[in-house]
RNA sequence: GGCCACGUGGCGGAGUGGUUACGCGCCGGUCUGCAAAACCGUUUACUCGGGUUCGAGUCCCGACGUGGCCUCCA
């Protein structure tokens, strides 16, 4: 069995083959810190932790290393903190924003069932590597400076190509050649630009600013731009070679064709990550989700009414490079399906091993959705017809069910824990649910319905849901 | 306008040229005081038009539709 992932760079399926299988090293691009991550951020979070989740299976958890970074220095973020905090010095405003926006997208992702990556490190923590990649770009005569800008050349960088094939070609990673872009340019270039593809590594800053000593003997002092700060933390924690890049589709252009740029050039590479890995939009309602449509829905907000785990599991159930609808009838379907699944694994300990139907499932391109179906095919009960059943059957099959979940980062606690969390979030008190079924009990055993149906609404209007089997009545919170 | 994806049953959603994806819903049944829940069973599909092939949801061409990118949006 071998891991095949889809690279956006080669447009196809490849074997997965680490560069070293004791050191897999794979970077995702993580949030600009400037306000509530949306579901749409949620996507690639949760997509990259299924695949760090799977990584760490095949080569073991000590050997693969997850960085995923915090942008904290740039303009949206400076906009912010001078709208939020017009009192405060710009720096400490920003320093408010940041902080804040970073601790809520923990709390966000951490709901999600999302690991913590290996490192995550900051923008402003990594200044030093992205001026030391800016001057050895200007080194290279791949950048120069300009009204206290730097710029990078993907002009100069193609002539270098062009003469040595140790560097790719600008545009590869996006199929996009120069001259297209030079037709489709905006017609504002800067008039510092040398050519309107001209795209800025440093830039000055404003009084009041952020702002660190600049590169390439610029006295005044600047920030960075917007791609620089993924090619210094990359290469910081990954070198400069490392195996997986990952981030929404969105970022193909022009993020992730720059980032190549910068890191190849700089340190005269032919590749910088050997798989691209793009996962797709999302939609909510059919619509595209925006501020102006007024359907722009924060993570923050979707855990108010829902556990993390449905948003997680309601996400995994397309294929990453799909589209996904966001709709409240896929979210719905998902609780229930997660609600068949705890009453499926009960309290069981996973098993040691992974259903190989299942694996096999991720194995090929991380394809969630044929892993969910064996997961349903998973059952301790006679769910599938009798020559499907395999050997499936009472605990094996819960034991096979929780660790194959637990491997996609779903069933984490028990059933029993789940249900005690799904009643205090309701805030159902069990013991007065308790004394309504024992009188109901009573009532039926008198064939008085009339009563026991009253008592069955009156739960009913507690959102509880009761279910009577031979063995006796449970509850449920209701949906 | 240029480039790039995608179009599967009532709905969601897999699918490596040849055999039932799977889930939800609907319908029928078992169970039940009646229900719900649970369990059993059934039901429908490949946007359109050409082409390649013994055979196409799967490959090729075109049309239509949806979405993305085209310098700071995951």
């Known amino acids: 069995m071998e891991l095949r992932l889809y690279d956006t760079l080669s447009r196809e399926k490849r074997t997965f083959v680490p560069l070293d ?93 999302c690991l913590r990556p290996t490192v995550e490190p900051r923008a402003t923590e990594h200044i030093g590597e992205m001026r030391e990649i800016i001057e050895r770009l200007v080194a290279g005569r ?117 980032e190549v740029a910068q890191t190849c050039c700089a340190f005269h590479r032919e590749r910088m990550a050997n798989y691209w890995m793009h996962n797709g939009f999302l939609q909510v309602e059919s619509e595209k989700m925006s501020k102006s449509l007024g359907n722009f829905v924060t993570i923050h907000e979707l855990l108010a009414d829902w556990p993390g785990e449905v948003l997680r599991l309601n996400m995994l159930k397309t294929h990453y490079r799909s589209p996904i609808d966001w709709t409240l009838k896929n979210l719905e379907e998902s609780s229930k399906t997660l609600d068949e699944w705890y009453r499926d694994v009960a309290d069981v300990e996973p098993s040691d091993d992974i259903d190989p139907d299942f694996l096999n499932s991720l194995l090929d391109d991380l394809n969630t959705a044929g892993a969910i179906k064996r997961l349903h095919e998973i059952s301790p009960v006679m769910r599938l017809s009798q020559s499907r059943l395999d050997d499936w059957g009472g605990e094996t099959a819960q034991r096979y069910k929780k660790s194959a979940a637990m491997l996609l980062g779903l069933l984490p606690q028990s059933a029993t824990a789940r249900s005690e969390q799904m009643r205090s979030r309701a805030g159902i008190d069990p013991a007065k649910v308790a004394a309504l079924l024992a009188a109901r009990s009573e009532a039926r055993a008198r064939k008085d319905f009339a009563e026991s149906d009253r008592i069955r609404d009156l739960l009913a209007a507690m959102g509880v849901a009761i279910k009577d089997s031979k063995e006796g009545t449970t509850w449920e919170v209701a949906r």
């Open 142 to 258: 791949f950048a120069y400076p300009a009204e206290d800008h730097v710029l990078f050349s993907p002009q100069a960088m193609n002539a270098m190509s062009a003469a040595n094939s140790e560097l790719p070609r600008y545009g590869a990673l996006s199929k996009r050649s120069l001259d297209e872009m030079i037709a489709g340019a905006r017609v504002d270039v800067a008039p510092y630009k040398r050519d309107a593809t001209d795209f800025v590594l440093w830039k000055p800053s404003k009084p009041g600013e952020p702002s660190w000593p600049s590169p390439a003997g610029i006295a005044a002092q600047g920030r960075p731009g917007w791609h620089i700060e993924c090619s210094a933390m990359a290469w910081k924690h990954l070198g400069e070679h490392f195996d997986i890049h990952g981030g929404g589709i969105d970022l193909v252009f022009p993020h992730h064709e720059n």
């Open 21 to 113: 299988a004791k050191d897999v090293r794979m970077y995702v691009c993580g949030p600009t810190v400037y306000d509530f991550a949306h579901i749409g951020n949620a996507r690639p979070v949760i997509v990259f932790d299924v695949l760090f989740r799977l990584l760490r299976h095949l080569y073991g958890e000590a050997h693969v290393k997850y960085v995923r970074n915090i942008t904290d220095v740039d303009d949206k973020i400076n906009d912010r903190a001078a709208r939020d905090f017009p009192g405060l010095p710009l720096n400490e405003a920003i320093r408010k924003v940041t902080e804040q926006t970073a601790k809520q997208f923990h709390a966000d992702v951490d709901a999600l069932g």
